[in-house]
Structure formats: C-alpha cells, structure tokens
C-alpha cells in the first residue's frame, strides 16, 4: 500500500506558476505509476498528467501540455507537478494518485488505487 499526501497549492495570479509534490509513504514507491488529476467545481475529475514506475514515461493532457510538466523522485518517494502559464480555468482542487505497476500513466481514473485528498489550485484573473 501507499499513502499520498499532497502539498503546494494555493492563489495565485494568472500567468504566474506553482509546483504541487506529493508524498508517498509505504513500500515500493518506485513500483508505482504515478498521475495528478484535478476537479472543477461541478466537473468530472479530470486526467492532468502521470508518469510511469520507472520515470521513463510521461504524458500530459492537451489542455496542459506545454504548460504543464510532471516528474517524480523515487528516493525521496515524491512526484511533482510543476505548473506555468496559469490560467483562470486551471482553477481546481488537485488530486495525486497511484497505481502499481502498469504500462504506462492511464487516463482513466478508475484505474488509480490510491488517492491523496487534494490540494486546492486558485487562478485569479
């Protein structure tokens, strides 16, 4: 099992940037694939980006893609989201997940075993 806690959200102002980590606690960090996914008030949660057990793969959502990069630290057991180029519609509570193994970051959340319980992104225009 894994635990995820999330950090490093907060206000901030359109354009301008955040890094989100999540921290895992358990056993076996490397083995599992990684992936934030966020939330809109009255929205379905949403796939922002993952990457794979070994680092080897990422993959980002269009609508973040270029703005936003994930990377993950297996000896400090921790996977970051850096976010740049904010805009207002990034606005969301934003989620860490995990799941053991697999081929490769999916986008589907029902595929992800372990949740953190979210930190909270502000974009003010």
């Known amino acids: 099992q894994v635990q995820l806690v999330e950090s490093g959200g907060g206000l901030v102002q359109a354009g301008g940037s955040l890094r989100l980590a999540c921290a895992a606690s358990g056993r076996a960090f490397s083995s599992y694939t990684m992936a934030w996914f966020r939330q809109a008030p009255r929205k379905e949660r949403e796939f922002v980006g993952g990457?794979?057990?070994?680092?080897?793969?990422?993959y980002a959502a269009e609508s973040v893609k270029g703005r936003f990069t994930i990377s993950r630290d297996n000896a400090k057991k921790t996977v970051y989201l850096q976010m740049s180029s904010l805009k207002p519609e990034d606005t969301a509570v934003y989620y860490c997940?995990?799941?053991?193994?697999?081929?490769?970051?999916?986008?589907?959340?029902?595929?992800?075993?372990?949740w953190g319980q979210g930190t909270q992104v502000t974009v003010s225009s």
């Open positions: 997940a995990a799941y053991f193994l697999g081929a490769g970051p999916a986008v589907g959340p029902e595929t992800y075993n372990y």
């Open positions: 990457v794979s057990w070994s680092g080897a793969i990422t």
